[in-house]
């Protein structure tokens, strides 16, 4: 791992990813500053002397923040996360994520930092027709979520052309797992995704619904390919270094090419937690593609990256102690 005096500003780094890549940067050794208006983060995921409680799309307070010491540069997570609220309330996703990412890269270009790592997602793709997915993929997103972030892809590639904004673009599949110091962890309210609904159920033993039991799959339930924070959190650390040290702009699929139904998810909870877990089937969620799996092996190749935390059980095992933390 390299070790460093940079400078990194860190946007969403009370969110869920953004707080554990924060602390790998500091157990690393980079100098961090976190912007986060806190609207979906948690106050306590950062040290308040590294926190600017700044909205993105405040463009002037960005620049002051960017101004208070020289970022060698930004990695940009502050967004909303939600598949399923971005196709009641797109605006709100548009104006957040796309408006906000311009606000950002705005303030970036007038104070000259160079690099900006991006949260994007496998949402990029929509419903692919390769599997594993490689990055060459076309942009065909089914929802409001997956457009917000293929439009700033789109910007940042006309900033690199036009302003030699360098950026990286992670394409993340389903972020799991938690900081196995039991640091930080996921937390979201309301809380959508699967591994910790399947907690929830044990603990309220109400029954969690599965979302379909007729895909065209093994089992009948959906594949997806579940990436530990930490593994993400190292694919950023990768980018910046890159970034840094010259590399080109690039966008990568960051998962691990192991691909787990709901109802394999649902037995590695069981056996990990030693506890049943109640659930029904219900209908299928609308845009949820059967299978997701990542083709990562360009990551791999051009950063020397690879996933060492995401074994399913250890994926498991790290969310479960933060749940029991957290929601005791
Ligand atoms: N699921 C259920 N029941 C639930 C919740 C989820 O069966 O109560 C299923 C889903 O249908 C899906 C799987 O569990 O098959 C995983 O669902 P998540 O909601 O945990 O994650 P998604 O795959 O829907 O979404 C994730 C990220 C999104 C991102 C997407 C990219 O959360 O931000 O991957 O594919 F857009």
């Not at 924060?22 to 208006?37: E, F, H, K, P, S």
């Not at 990542?294 to 990256?305: F, I, M, P, V």
Request: proline share 6%.
């Amino acid at each position: 791992m390299p070790s460093s005096n940079r400078r990194i500003l860190v946007t969403g780094g009370a969110g869920y990813i953004g707080s554990h890549t924060t602390l790998q940067l500091l157990d690393t050794g980079y100098d961090v500053v976190v912007v986060d208006n806190l609207s979906r983060g948690r106050r306590e995921a950062v040290d308040p002397a590294r926190l600017r409680e700044v909205d993105l799309l405040d463009t002037e307070s960005l620049v002051r923040v960017m101004n208070e010491k020289p970022f060698d540069a930004v990695i940009h997570f502050a967004a909303y996360i939600s598949v399923g609220e971005s196709m009641k309330t797109p605006e709100l996703y548009f104006h957040n994520n796309t408006a906000g990412s311009l606000s950002l890269l705005t303030a970036m270009i007038r104070t000259g930092i160079k690099n900006v790592v991006f949260s994007s997602t496998a949402a990029v793709y929509g419903m692919p027709t390769t599997v594993p997915i490689p990055e060459s993929e076309p942009y065909a997103p089914v929802n409001a979520y997956g457009e917000t972030k293929v439009m700033v892809e789109k910007m940042l590639n006309w900033f690199d052309q036009l302003h030699q904004l360098r950026s990286i673009c992670l394409r993340y599949f389903n972020a799991s797992g938690a900081d196995p110091e039991g640091r930080t962890g996921e937390e979201h309210d309301p809380e959508t995704h699967l591994i910790p609904l399947l907690f929830l159920a044990i603990k309220t033993g109400k029954p969690v619904t599965l979302f379909g039991s007729d895909y065209p799959t093994p089992d009948g339930t959906c594949i997806r390919d579940y990436i530990h924070v930490s593994d993400l959190a190292r694919a950023h650390i990768a980018a910046v270094e890159s970034l840094v040290n010259g590399g080109p702009s690039a966008k990568y699929n960051v998962g691990t090419g192991q691909g787990y139904s709901v109802q394999e998810v649902l037995r590695a909870v069981e056996e990990v937690t030693g506890r049943s877990v109640p659930y029904t089937f219900g209908p299928r969620r609308e845009g949820d593609p059967p299978l997701l799996v990542a083709d990562s092996s360009r990551l791999q190749r051009d950063l020397g990256w690879k996933p060492v935390d995401s074994g399913l059980n250890r994926i498991v095992e790290t969310a479960w102690k933060w749940f029991n933390r957290a929601r005791a």
